[in-house]
């Protein structure tokens, strides 16, 4: 069982930037590692992920341009969140998965979730 913890969540105002980090209590099964975000009312949604052995990174849509997911050590993944919108306000979940062909922005393909941090963009 993989343990996924994110951090770094908070209140910014727009145009500004916030860091998360995903600290995972092990990877060495995890072929993808992705970060996805739900706001109220709202399914949760794809931001990006990587692939976590080779570094091949994807980005959601909304996110292109604007943020950026980095390996920083075998346990430690952050998501740079810079020119922060007011839409960008939900819940952050960092995910795992150990399944090799998925696809990367379903969250049925993620076996491991961390609880959440809250990222909150003022206007």
């Known amino acids: 069982q993989v343990q996924l913890v994110e951090s770094g969540g908070g209140l910014v105002q727009a145009g500004g930037s916030l860091r998360l980090s995903c600290t995972a209590s092990d990877t060495f099964s995890l072929y993808y590692m992705g970060w996805f975000r739900q706001a109220p009312g709202k399914e949760r949604e794809f931001v990006g992920a990587?692939?976590?052995?080779?570094?091949?990174i994807y980005y959601g849509d909304s996110v292109k341009g604007r943020f950026t997911i980095s390996k920083v050590t075998e346990k430690l993944m952050y998501l740079q969140m810079n020119s922060l919108i007011p839409e960008d306000t939900a819940v952050y979940y960092c995910a795992g998965t150990p399944i090799w062909g998925i696809s990367v922005s379903s969250t049925s393909d993620y076996r491991y979730w961390g609880q959440g941090t809250q990222v909150t963009v003022s206007s």
């Open positions: 990587i692939r976590w052995s080779l570094g091949n």
